[in-house]
């Protein structure tokens, strides 16, 4: 409406008719705050709220995804609390794979000082994502919350406040972005490796990385640098389950004015094309993002963001080559990449990771931070067909 105002106004200068009643202008009712809701930050900047289903006793846990189209829920979560959903023949489409989904419609959810009513939920299965963070995850948030507020999360103070649209008061710092809203933001992103690239990304804050290109990008505009050290291969997950991705770094990349060196890169064989490439060349992750406080204004089409205290966090170069999931309780090693660290040091799937350092903990998210210590002596104690052995390891450098 605002362009084909400003279209307006153009052509009544040139037709020379403008009068008093043509400068009367609608002026939208003042944003107003609605609540305030805290989030926990898990590994790769992946944001966790809390919110009550319909009549449903228990909290449960959603990840806040602006690379989600809709809403949705776990199947687990679903079949536990005997959800009654209603079968579809609409399928989804995700990093790893196509699904057909059930539907639980013209639900709600209750958050803290909120009520969010008529919500279509999706449900899938989510249990791998359960175990990589190692808590329950009965859904994800996406479109269907962003479009009806505006969004503002505070890395700062892990919180996420919820105004009505309307006028808005942005920050007097940062920078305002103004990037194409389909179901998902669409950021248009300058790199650089071999040469600078000018291409359109996801905004994504439901990826748990920095960077990530599908393979036709990558080989088709050749993006890698002929003579840096070539990437490692490393697991990760997605709709479709597991999944083999390269991982390497770029040499710079800007958000805005804000220019990033050496960002961590993933790149992956996108082979039901998730990005829409080419008009899409992959996602900017939460690993990322997460570094500046954001404000989302989808009925705008505005996207607001101010450097925080995390803008200057280090990148996680570390490389092991495992992959460490969460199964009823315990620490498993999924996978071990071929040439890796770990496979030098003789670590087997299905190996149990009992203790790292002497942290019996269990907590895959402690874990995952020792894992970064690039050089360091890592000492694991393993559970190999109920044999208790000891391994040492050095996370290495993809730099």
């Known amino acids: 409406m605002r362009n084909l105002l400003n279209s307006i106004w153009v052509s009544l200068i ?46 449960l846990n959603f990840i806040l995804d602006t690379g989600s189209g809709g809403i949705s829920l776990d199947s687990i979560t679903v079949e536990k609390n005997k959800i009654p ?18 539907f639980l419609n013209d639900a709600t959810l209750y958050f803290p000082g909120l009520e969010v009513d008529r919500l279509n939920f999706h449900v899938n299965d989510y249990e791998i994502l359960s175990s990589v963070y190692g808590i329950k995850i009965d859904g994800i948030i996406g479109y269907s919350f962003f479009i009806r507020y505006i969004v503002n ?38 790199f ?92 900017l992750g939460n690993d990322l993002l997460r570094r500046f406080n954001t404000t989302f204004n989808y009925v705008k089409q505005e996207l607001h963001i101010v450097p925080n205290s995390q803008f200057k966090d280090f990148f996680d170069y570390a490389y092991t080559g495992l992959a460490i999931y969460k ?14 660290p770990a496979e030098k040091a003789g670590f087997r799937k299905n190996d149990f990771i009992l203790a790292i350092n002497g942290d019996f903990s269990k907590t895959i998210h402690s874990y995952r931070l020792l894992l970064q210590q690039v050089k360091q002596k890592l000492t694991f104690l393993i559970s190999r067909d109920g044999d208790l052995i000891t391994l040492n390891l050095k996370p290495i450098s993809i730099l």
């Open 153 to 190: 999360i505070n890395y700062d103070q892990s919180l996420i406040t919820v105004y009505t649209t309307g006028e808005y008061k942005y920050p007097k710092s940062g920078y305002m972005l103004n990037p194409i809203f389909t179901a998902i933001p669409i950021q248009q992103t300058q």
């Open 85 to 102: 959903v209603v079968p579809s023949n609409k399928k989804i489409k995700g990093i790893g794979g196509v699904k057909t989904v059930s």
């Open 327 to 340: 199964i009823d309780g315990e620490i498993m090693i999924d996978g071990v990449a071929p040439g890796s």
């Open 14 to 59: 040139f037709l020379g008719t403008i009068s008093a009643g043509a400068q009367e202008q609608f002026i939208e009712p003042q944003a107003k705050k609605l609540t305030t809701i805290p989030f926990q930050l898990l590994s790769g900047g992946v944001i966790i709220v809390k919110a009550k289903l319909n009549n449903y006793p228990d909290s």
């Open 192 to 283: 650089k490796d071999s040469k600078e690239f000018f291409q359109r990304f996801y905004f994504d804050t439901g990826a748990g990385l920095n960077f990530l290109l599908s393979e036709n990008f990558a080989n088709d505009s050749a993006v890698l640098h002929r003579k840096r050290k070539p990437p490692v291969i490393t697991q990760a997950e997605g709709l479709g389950g597991k999944m083999t991705m390269r991982l390497t770094t770029v040499k710079w990349l800007k958000i805005g004015p804000y220019k990033f060196r050496k960002v961590p890169t993933h790149i992956f064989d996108d082979v039901v094309n998730v990005t829409n490439y080419p008009f899409i060349g992959g996602l």
